[in-house]
């Protein structure tokens, strides 16, 4: 085996998927999407080292001006040529290039990665079909092959292949990567992350979410507000240019349109019908299908999908921003960009933005939800059939007998608790948290056989008299997820 990737943690979950497909006795052909920079290409590799199988990597091109689908063969022939040591020269057709790459797979264990596929396939609009009939002709007929499929472009993959018909009967495995759990995150900080104060990590994950890449470039020696200043607010640092590469690589139709509709979702969950309005434009199908890529790509999520007072599916679908990187780059980074890249920008402490608490207030909110599977067992709700989870807005009815509107950090529901999650990131929690909470509760017109139970997750320092009141059903400390030691309930505020 290779040596080990000291920089790789988790995934076992994923490794433990792909590993069992060595159990069949035919080739297993796997597509891999997810987020850019979430760490697919090397989740595959570490699954090759472990596996103790050969692995073969060749990937895309990334598309310029001028380029051609003949560069994209002559790449393929040369990074082949370099791993295996056949011929070098480009191919006439992808299915000739598959002939090569075919006659350099032997008969023991092996992985083949076809990275960034959709820059690979760029050029020629029958790619999927010349590839599909070179798995048929060629690839499976190699017992101990996994071909895997991979790109940053996942509405190319799941248009392309996992909806096309072509590739019925033939795909193993759709394995979706997503950010890390906060629990592997802190290993990013090593032996640190017992000595620190857990707002330490809690701030650079609210910034970065559970990216593998961008976790990888903080300095655990420094405090989390300068690992985000060297990281977001200097002139051609890594986050404050990563947004636009990402999102011209990863959102390949329309990706101006694309960006404006990101935007209109900044300080708050909505509908396709709300977006349209908000741009000035009629709802219609570029809306909603760019919606859907955004998800796709990892940009939104989907906000809930129950309303909790009939129990039914919501008449439209509400979406919130799902990337802590996109939402912070566009609340905090793009604003200032000008000034960033001039090198004028300086601040002795980022805490001097204006609205800082509130903007990194809200990241909480969002790691929070995006980690309430981690919370489950905490919330004593592992084990149930969760039928929806997500903030939840109701918004305020016109007229003197409207209702009031709310709106809950994080609403978990099964078919007969809904579970209410109260996100705070705070110096001193006290008992308004209590009184907030409460008027949540009593807002929602939950039906008959339903029971309401409330939990509080935060980071700060909880007062003794919130703490022992007993109002909340589950009280979590963040660190708890990110797997350090003793809550901060006792300790003086800061």
């Not at 991979?150 to 096309?164: E, L, Q």
């Not at 759709?174 to 890390?180: K, S, T, Y």
């Not at 890249?341 to 204006?354: K, M, Q």
């Not at 003794?464 to 003086?492: C, E, I, N, T």
Request: charged share 30%; hydrophobic share 40%.
């Amino acid at each position: 085996m290779k040596r080990r990737n000291e920089s790789f943690f988790g995934r076992e979950p994923e490794l433990a998927q792909l590993d069992g497909l060595w159990a069949k006795r035919v080739a297993s052909l796997v597509t891999c999407r997810g987020r850019r920079r979430i760490g697919k290409s090397t989740l595959v590799e570490e699954f090759a080292r472990r596996s103790g199988a050969r692995f073969l990597k060749l990937e895309g091109l990334r598309p310029k001006p001028g380029m051609t689908e003949r560069d994209q063969l002559a790449f393929f022939a040369v990074k082949l040529a370099a791993q295996t040591g056949c011929e070098k020269s480009a191919p006439s057709d992808w299915y000739s290039a598959f002939v090569r790459l075919d006659r350099e797979l032997g008969r023991g264990r092996t992985v083949v990665l076809l990275d960034e596929i959709s820059w690979m396939a760029r050029f020629s609009s029958l790619f999927p079909e010349i590839l599909k009939n070179a798995w048929d002709d060629l690839f499976r007929k190699h017992p101990k092959l996994v071909l895997v499929l991979c790109g940053s472009v996942s509405s190319w993959i799941r248009d392309a292949i996992i909806r096309n018909r072509a590739y019925v009967g033939r795909r193993s495995m759709d394995m979706v990567v997503g950010e890390l759990p906060p629990s592997e995150c802190a290993k990013f900080w090593g032996s640190r992350s017992e000595r620190i104060d857990s707002r330490e990590i809690v701030d650079v994950l609210s910034v970065t979410g559970g990216v593998p890449r961008y976790l990888e470039e903080i300095d655990p020696s420094l405090p989390a507000l300068e690992n985000i200043r060297r990281l977001c607010f200097l002139p051609r640092s890594f986050l404050r240019e990563d947004f636009d590469d990402m999102f011209n690589d990863v959102v390949t139709e329309l990706p101006k349109f694309s960006a404006r509709v990101l935007r209109t979702f900044v300080d708050g969950s909505r509908t396709a019908t709300e977006t349209a309005a908000a741009l000035g434009i009629a709802k219609g199908g570029d809306v909603t299908a760019t919606i859907e890529n955004l998800v796709e790509a990892g940009f939104l999520a989907e906000a809930g999908r129950i309303n909790p007072e009939t129990g039914r599916e919501l008449r439209e679908r509400r979406f919130r921003i799902r990337d802590n990187y996109a939402r912070f780059y566009l609340k905090c980074i793009e604003p200032h960009r000008r000034i960033i890249d001039d090198g004028t920008f300086s601040l002795a402490s980022l805490d001097e933005l204006e609205g800082w608490d509130a903007v990194m207030g809200l990241a909480f909110e969002n790691l929070v939800v995006n980690n309430y599977r981690q919370l489950l067992p905490l919330l004593h709700l592992d084990g149930l059939v969760i039928t929806s989870a997500g903030p939840y807005l109701r918004r305020a009815a016109k007229g003197p007998r409207g209702r009031k509107g709310c709106q809950v950090d994080l609403l978990v529901q099964t078919r007969r608790t809904l579970c209410v999650v109260e996100a705070k990131r705070m110096r001193e929690i006290g008992r308004e948290t209590i009184a907030e909470v409460d008027r949540k509760v009593r807002a929602i017109r939950r039906p008959d056989g339903v029971s309401v139970r409330t939990a509080l997750v935060y980071d700060g320092h909880l007062s003794p008299l919130a703490a022992s009141d007993g109002y909340f059903d589950a009280v979590v400390p963040f660190g708890k997820l990110l797997g350090l030691g003793q809550p901060r309930a006792s300790r003086p505020p800061r």
